[in-house]
């Protein structure tokens, strides 16, 4: 008797859990459809302004680890 009565709160249980998962990916979908996304030319000058700032910062990365470098060899 006692062994059914678990059983029947394990199913109960996992019933629950699959419900909240259904509705999590239901939310899910609803909020994805509710995205503003940007249309081709947004997104390519998005793209290119993000590979600009990049560079740039590469570049002055670069340059700064050239001077410490620089310096250190000085220093050493």
Known sequence: MMAKIAQGKAEAKMSGRRKRIAKYFRD???EVKKVSWPD???LVNAT???IVFIVI????VGIVDLILGQLL???T
């Open 73 to 75: 060899k000085l220093i």
């Open 28 to 30: 899910v979908i609803s």
């Open 57 to 60: 910062f590469a570049i002055v």
């Open 48 to 50: 290119i302004a993000a």
């Open 40 to 42: 081709r030319k947004e």
